[in-house]
T-cell receptor, first 112, second 111 residues
Framework: GENVEQHPSTLSVQEGDSAVIKCTYS??????FPWYKQELGKRPQLIID?????GEKKDQRIAVTLNKTAKHFSLHITETQPEDSAVYFC???????????FGKGTMLLVSP | DVKVTQSSRYLVKRTGEKVFLECVQD?????MFWYRQDPGLGLRLIYF???????EKGDIPEGYSVSREKKERFSLILESASTNQTSMYLC??????????FGNGTRLTVT
């Protein structure tokens, strides 16, 4: 089955810096790659996703890039703010919204 | 807005008890999932269901079973709770063009 590796496990940045979280996946048939943000004590929520026919997608301060050849995708957060502090999960699946395999998560801490 | 509701936020049970975790979604989604979340291990899939009375094992089904008698409701059952099942349990649903939506989670402690 699919295996998703996520790095780093923790990431500390200063407010205003950029943050990058990287994931690799094993199944070349995977074609849907969402990112979820989980604030302390809350449910994971989708923040951005990308499909395999697109190389990059942006939404304000966040962007995701996908390299299908290398089987890796990354989340980029620019101009980080303290409210970006959370655990971020990447995931991969075959066929859109079907069963997702998640990475182990990255705890991002943004210091004022 | 999609709503996935888990019946309990916190549960404390004793070893050997039979435990039911209930989940209800209000968007007529076909697919429902149970994940377990542990620090450093991320979200691991226990069971999922593509339709009423259908169930499929996920990555860590041992010690768990599920029930889906109605489309909106998906129950996770611990037949005989053990201390290594102490965890956060997250229900999720997806359907149509809607991405995966999670419930608020049930933090289960088995003593």
């Amino acid at each position: 089955g699919e295996n998703v590796e996520q790095h780093p496990s923790t990431l500390s940045v200063q407010e205003g810096d950029s943050a990058v979280i990287k994931c690799t996946y094993s199944d070349s048939a995977s074609n849907y790659f969402p990112w979820y943000k989980q604030e302390l004590g809350k449910r994971p929520q989708l923040i951005i996703d990308i499909r395999s026919n697109v190389g990059e997608k942006k939404d304000q301060r966040i962007a995701v890039t996908l390299n299908k050849t290398a089987k890796h995708f990354s989340l980029h957060i620019t101009e980080t703010q303290p409210e970006d502090s959370a655990v971020y999960f990447c995931a991969a699946s075959i066929g859109g919204y079907s069963t997702l395999t998640f990475g182990k998560g990255t705890m991002l801490l943004v210091s004022p | 807005d999609v709503k996935v509701t888990q019946s309990s936020r916190y549960l404390v049970k004793r070893t050997g008890e039979k435990v039911f975790l209930e989940c209800v979604q209000d968007m007529d989604h076909e697919n429902m999932f149970w994940y377990r979340q542990d620090p450093g291990l991320g979200l691991r899939l226990i069971y999922f269901s593509y339709d009423v009375k259908m169930k499929e094992k996920g990555d860590i089904p041992e010690g768990y079973s599920v029930s889906r008698e109605k489309k909106e409701r998906f129950s996770l059952i611990l037949e005989s709770a053990s201390t290594n099942q102490t965890s956060m349990y997250l229900c999720a649903s997806v359907g149509g063009n809607s991405p995966l939506h999670f419930g608020n989670g049930t933090r289960l402690t088995v003593t």
